[in-house]
């Protein structure tokens, strides 16, 4: 009975601090801050599954300080994901005990978000910042 016969699948998950609804505000990133979004996420599937150009109408958020956050900029927690299925392929590949440079590859390809993405994406949607996503998910 092998691990990988029986895999559905392996999620993996982080917290990380929440912007202050109280306190955020909406700031246009520099160019160097774009970029740097664009290659922690990975340039080529930024562009696949984001599609989001550098121009006036692209905004990140942040907390400013409040009573209600202490001044942090940050209340609560924001969940970041990442869910590796079990498919065919990929039980094949843990059978064979293939690399895992290739099992990323092949999950990505196969739709699989990864922490850092699902962060990235979250902190484009307002929930936190790429800074706290760099301090949870990027070792």
């Known amino acids: 009975f092998s691990f990988a016969d029986a895999m559905l699948g392996v999620l993996a998950q982080r917290l990380c601090r929440r912007i202050c609804k109280q306190c955020k505000e909406e700031y246009h990133p520099s160019k160097e801050e774009y970029d740097e979004l664009v290659a922690s996420y990975g340039g080529e599937w930024w562009e696949k599954n984001l599609k989001i150009p550098y121009d006036d109408n692209f905004k990140l958020s942040a907390g400013k300080g409040c009573g209600t956050c202490n001044n942090s900029g940050f209340k609560g927690r924001v969940a970041l994901h990442e869910l590796l299925l079990g498919t065919d392929q990929m039980k094949q590949l843990v059978q ?44």
């Open 96 to 139: 064979a005990k293939a690399k895992t440079e290739e099992l990323l590859r092949i999950a990505m390809e196969e739709g699989m978000t990864t922490l850092v993405q699902d962060g990235i994406e979250k902190a484009i949607q307002g929930h936190t910042t790429y800074k706290e996503v760099k301090t949870v998910a990027i070792k």
